[in-house]
């Protein structure tokens, strides 16, 4: 067996380890989700040299510098766009339960919200039975009148179990627990 090619990986791993970082949620709903379009940075630079050589000179250069990243990728504009119809698709899903919460535009941390969501109604789901039961109840209602005779869970007709534990009433007062000797 090859100790040296273990003890390589076992050293690599654990150098790996020193740089991996944890990784840490991200608030969707204040991020841009990486669109950058470039970035701006300025920069100065002092260089000081010195030569050994016959007069013994000292030189100095101090630089001012300019620099412009440009990022691979779809170009700024489509890239702002899509920010703006996520936060817009996110508003149409939302403002339905912030204009119907008043409260909300009384709380001045909310102000901002509140106004974004001025006079966005949201369209109804008219897909829903009158009687506003979902599907699985329905389907379930039809599996108990099919077989009357089983119990199903969450059922809220299900008999009273034949344990021999029983409830205390209403107003039955707990004893205390024992104090500890230490």
């Not at 007069?55 to 412009?68: A, C, I, P, V, W």
């Not at 001025?118 to 109840?137: E, F, H, M, Y």
């Amino acid at each position: 067996m090859n100790y040296y090619f273990t003890g390589l990986l076992i050293l690599a791993l654990t150098i790996l380890a020193l740089f991996v970082e944890p990784a840490y949620p991200r608030n969707e709903y204040l991020n841009e989700y990486g669109v950058r379009c470039g970035e701006m940075e300025i920069s100065t630079e002092r260089r000081d040299t010195d030569y050994n050589y016959s007069d013994s000179n000292t030189h100095e250069d101090q630089y001012l510098r300019f620099t412009y990243r440009k990022y691979l990728g779809t170009d700024c504009k489509t890239s702002k766009e899509n920010v703006a119809i996520k936060q817009q698709l996110e508003l149409m899903k939302m403002c339905g339960r912030v204009n119907s919460n008043p409260s909300l535009a009384l709380n001045e941390n909310f102000a901002l919200l509140v106004s974004k969501c001025r006079g966005v109604t949201p369209a109804r789901d008219n897909t829903r039975p009158s009687d506003s039961q979902s599907l699985w109840d329905d389907m379930k209602d039809d599996y108990k009148k099919e077989n009357p005779e089983l119990n199903l869970m969450g059922d809220k007709f299900i008999e009273p179990s034949k344990s021999k534990l029983k409830m205390p009433p209403k107003d039955y007062i707990l004893p205390l627990p024992k104090p500890k000797d230490d």
